[in-house]
């Protein structure tokens, strides 16, 4: 019934089956911290799923519940078919887990590291070499796979993670942050095998991340959170066409006259905003709006000084919802910095 | 980085036939885990080396300092007054020896104490790794697996099982190198002293695991073992004889599992009369065995998840 409902109200995903349906999930902490304030979604199978939001929204309690490493303080879920609080060993066999640390052993290689989670799964050994050789050649280690873990970059130890949490084959994988503190080139292969696990094998993936532009590109399905809550949830074209369309950005030459209502008689414009020395305006069609709007305002004997026209990004969609822009550099700084910690008590 | 993406769509199969065979019995994964915490430690001689230099060395200088034989025979002791014969004096010197350590050669009681020292020593390390894991991460990453949770901290108890297990016949070989008395030595009797240390390695490490369960926080770990270690091997027959000690001593003594793996030793490979029968010493170090790793086994399912 509620895949029917869900469906309906998501075109595009009429004929998808609900792998995950979560019900006012809500952690609060000892301390009373509420992490995440009831949440609620559906993950469609085959589709990638992201969690955009800035540290401390929730993203990461999320996936903790979801995977069972956190109990749930109320609401539930059903993965895969299994509910999390009742079924939590059910819930494990099926999903992959791929945690924002680096969490692989630095003692053992990376081909040791993916024998030992593949055991962990009951993976029987010649099985478990052989999908250890797949994935060590799908996130391109194949050549570092008998050096110990300690001699590996940032990028390699990403990797590696992601390998490890695809050894059982999961129905559904989990990524937190996938991306974080990667540098470029490493970020898109990432990005790649993330496409190919969707693509070629029609995993479903659920993703946090506080990048824009990685929720923008590569998630089907967005949800926006912020503090603990779901601000907005949609397919990013359905996000950003609810900001309103292109943004035009006019300045005139006449600085004394206000021009704003003007300007809204012009042919599907939608809003227009007097910012100190220039307009701010909203159309569905930026690229017809404008050349109209320039055409209107030299009639009326006016002078255009500037005009720029933005396509909507996440971005806008972002601060339209939670009233703040991402902190993206700082967040992410800091995260990096956690994460070099990590790193250096590993090797201490 | 030189692998064409083709290639590794191609490698990648995911659908597979082998899903039959998934082992999802209550055991699996528990060798793994054991053999992880154990790679760590044999692919590193150093470690092993470290790890044994220190009984070792309580051994050569402690146990051949405390030459306690020597208090009458070496010395020109005497009465004054009283010109006690040399042989008189030996006599009294051995059973002296014998009535308070069961042998008259101190080095070779040590050196069954040195078994027990050195399974204590490495036990007590067992909840440091845990702590680690924590930390890094890695113990969520297990966490998210369906691996028994009880097989996390069993996995760990029985590497620090081998891994003490193994020093100690290394210090046992030493002792004899160093003089130890080997007369009565069989292989019954190494094969009772290793089960007594197996057992008591088993509720030690089950019982360090325990109290590192839910610490993030090394440096209190570290704190707690330091409280621990000596006094739970002065406070035991491994260095002195504990019917000696003062009342009260005697009776932490007796409820000290080190005590009881330790007696067992030297009934067992010195022929000494024990202050318990050998099997009251078993049964005590079984029940103090069964009964730490199964609360372990237990806490483990109740404190890993939060």
Redesign the interface.
């Known amino acids: 019934m509620l895949e029917m409902e869900e469906a309906a109200r998501n075109g595009n995903y009429e004929s998808k089956n609900v792998i995950m349906e979560v019900k006012g999930l809500t952690k609060i902490f000892e301390n009373k911290l509420k992490a995440v304030d009831s949440v609620s979604f559906s993950v469609y199978e085959g589709e990638i799923f992201g969690f955009l939001g800035p540290n401390g929204a929730g993203k990461s309690t999320t996936i903790?519940m979801l995977?069972?490493?956190?109990?749930p303080s109320e609401g539930d879920a059903v993965v895969c078919g299994f509910d999390i609080r009742k079924q939590p060993?059910e819930v494990?066999?099926s999903?992959g887990?791929v945690?924002?640390?680096?969490?692989?052993?630095e003692?053992?290689t990376g081909l040791?590291n993916i024998?030992?989670?593949a055991?962990?799964?009951?993976?029987?050994g010649d099985?478990a070499r052989k999908?250890a050789?797949?994935?060590l050649?799908?996130?391109?280690l194949?050549?570092a796979a008998g050096r110990k873990v300690s001699t590996y970059s940032g990028g390699m130890r990403r990797r590696l993670e992601l390998a490890?949490g695809l050894v059982?084959?999961p129905k559904v994988l989990f990524l937190d942050e996938p991306t974080l503190g990667l540098d470029v080139q490493t970020r898109t292969a990432v990005w790649?095998y993330i496409r190919?696990l969707k693509e070629?094998?029609g995993?479903t993936l659920f993703l946090t991340t506080h990048y824009l532009e990685e929720a923008d590109g590569l998630c089907d399905r967005v949800g926006i959170i912020d503090h603990g809550k779901i601000v907005r949830l949609g397919t990013t074209g359905e996000l950003k066409s609810g900001v309103g369309g292109d943004a035009i950005e006019l300045g005139i030459r006449e600085k004394d006259v206000d021009l704003t209502s003007f300007i809204m008689k012009v042919d599907s414009v939608t809003s227009v905003v007097r910012e100190n020395d220039h307009y701010r305006i909203k159309a569905p069609l930026g690229e017809e709006a404008a050349p109209a709007i320039m055409d209107a305002v030299r009639s009326a004997g006016y002078h255009v000084d500037r005009i720029s026209l933005t396509k909507p990004t996440l971005d806008e969609v972002y601060l339209e919802y939670t009233g703040h822009k991402l902190r993206d550099e700082e967040a992410n700084s800091q995260q990096v910095m956690a994460q070099q910690r990590?790193v250096r008590?590993?090797r201490a | 980085?030189?692998?064409t993406?083709a290639?590794?769509?191609g490698?990648?199969?995911?659908?597979?036939e082998?899903?039959v065979?998934?082992?999802?019995?209550m055991l699996?994964?528990l060798?793994?885990?054991t053999n992880?915490e154990l790679?760590?430690w044999y692919?590193v001689p150093v470690l092993l080396f470290l790890s044994i230099i220190q009984p070792v060395i309580w051994l050569g200088l402690f146990g051949k300092a405390m030459n306690f034989g020597a208090l009458f025979t070496s010395t020109s002791f005497n009465i004054p007054g009283l010109n006690i014969p040399k042989a008189t004096l030996d006599q009294l010197a051995t059973q002296a020896m014998l009535s308070t350590f069961g042998t008259t050669d101190y080095f070779s009681f040590l050196a069954v104490g040195m078994l027990s020292f050195i399974i204590l020593f490495t036990a007590m390390f067992s909840g440091m790794s845990i702590v680690w894991d924590r930390?890094?991460?890695?113990l969520?990453?297990?966490?998210?697996?369906?691996?028994a949770r009880g097989s996390i901290v069993m996995g760990k108890v029985f590497s620090s099982i081998i891994r003490s297990l193994a020093q100690a016949a290394v210090v046992l070989v030493v002792a004899v190198l160093l003089g130890m008395d080997t007369a009565k030595i069989t292989v019954v009797g190494l094969a009772g002293t290793f089960l007594a240390l197996f057992l008591m390695a088993m509720g030690l490490s089950a019982l360090f695991l325990m109290l590192a369960l839910r610490s993030t926080d090394w440096q209190s770990q570290m704190a707690i073992m330091n409280l621990l270690n000596l006094p739970l091997l002065f406070a035991s027959n491994a260095l002195f004889p504990s019917k000696l000690m003062p009342a009260w001593l005697q009776v932490v003594a007796k409820l000290n599992p080190v005590s009881y793996a330790t007696d067992a030793g030297r009934q067992l490979l010195l022929g000494v009369p024990g202050f318990a029968s050998l099997g009251f010493d078993f049964l005590f170090l079984t029940a103090f065995a069964a009964l730490f790793s199964g609360v372990g086994i237990f806490l483990s399912w109740r404190y890993l998840?939060?």
Request: proline letters at 3%; aromatic letters at 10%.
């Open positions: 903790k995977t069972t490493l956190l109990r060993q494990r066999w999903v887990v945690p924002q640390e680096y969490t692989a052993d003692d053992m040791e024998m030992l989670f055991n962990l799964y009951g993976i029987p099985v999908r050789d797949e994935l050649m799908l996130v391109e194949n050549e490890c059982n084959h790649r190919i070629q094998y995993m990590t008590r590993a | 980085m030189a692998t993406e290639n590794a769509v490698g990648f199969q995911m659908k597979g082998e899903q065979r998934i082992n999802k019995g699996h994964g060798w793994a885990l992880r790679k760590k692919k930390r890094f991460g890695f969520d990453k297990l966490l998210s697996t369906p691996v998840s939060r």
